[in-house]
């Protein structure tokens, strides 16, 4: 059973950071493009960071200088560090495993974390 478990979300002022966790099992973590999404009230769910097996990431334009995307294949969990938090940053963000490239449409899903990031 594959199990993506989101956590680190929460409320924060603007120009605040939090760092965002998900714990995988039930994969072959080391082979997996890990992905962060995010999706706003109103809005599509969008691509925000990724990383591949061999450590290269991708960062939505609107993140890239304040988030950063990392992984422990030891303890087959990915990260996401948010600083410089923006309000329109607010949304429920996703975990999520691809195949092989960040693009890759997901296959499993977290179940989401709240991020709520005030003015």
């Known amino acids: 059973q594959v199990q993506l478990v989101e956590s680190g979300g929460g409320l924060v002022q603007a120009g605040g950071s939090l760092r965002l966790s998900c714990a995988a099992s039930?994969?072959?973590?080391?082979?997996?493009?890990m992905t962060w999404y995010r999706q706003a009230p109103g809005k599509q769910r969008e691509l925000v960071a990724g990383?591949?097996?061999?450590?290269?990431?991708n960062y939505a334009d609107s993140v890239k200088g304040r988030f950063t995307i990392s992984r422990d294949n030891t303890n087959n969990t990915v990260y996401l560090q948010m600083n410089s938090l923006k309000p329109e940053d607010t949304g429920v963000y996703f975990c999520?495993?691809?195949?092989?490239?960040?693009?890759?449409?997901?296959?499993?899903w977290g179940q989401g974390t709240q991020v709520t990031v005030s003015s």
């Open positions: 990383i591949t097996s061999g450590g290269n990431v």
């Open positions: 999520a495993a691809a195949r092989f490239q960040v693009t890759d449409y997901p296959t499993y």
């Open positions: 039930g994969i072959i973590f080391r082979m997996r493009a």
